[in-house]
């Protein structure tokens, strides 16, 4: 990759590679999804990573949605 830029490395670089919010695998309502742990057992929906199509346009599955560990 090349970075054509006038600002300083030091800058461009700044916390590319501080560890990352700890993600975890849930599998809600036949849908496998990747997910940021919250308080009180929600979770934030970060990523899709398996389930049946037509789960794919439902809003409740949509990244950025909180959810509830009861759903399932």
């Known amino acids: 990759m090349t970075l054509y830029t006038v600002a300083s490395m030091d800058l461009v670089w700044e916390g590319a590679l501080a560890p990352g ?39 409740r599955f949509a990244p950025g949605s909180v959810i509830g560990s009861s759903l399932g």
């Open 21 to 59: 919010t700890p993600l975890c695998e849930l599998k809600i309502g036949g849908m496998l999804m990747e997910a940021e742990p919250l308080p009180e057992g929600q979770y934030r929906i970060v990523r899709l990573l398996a389930g049946p199509l037509n789960l794919y346009l439902d809003s």
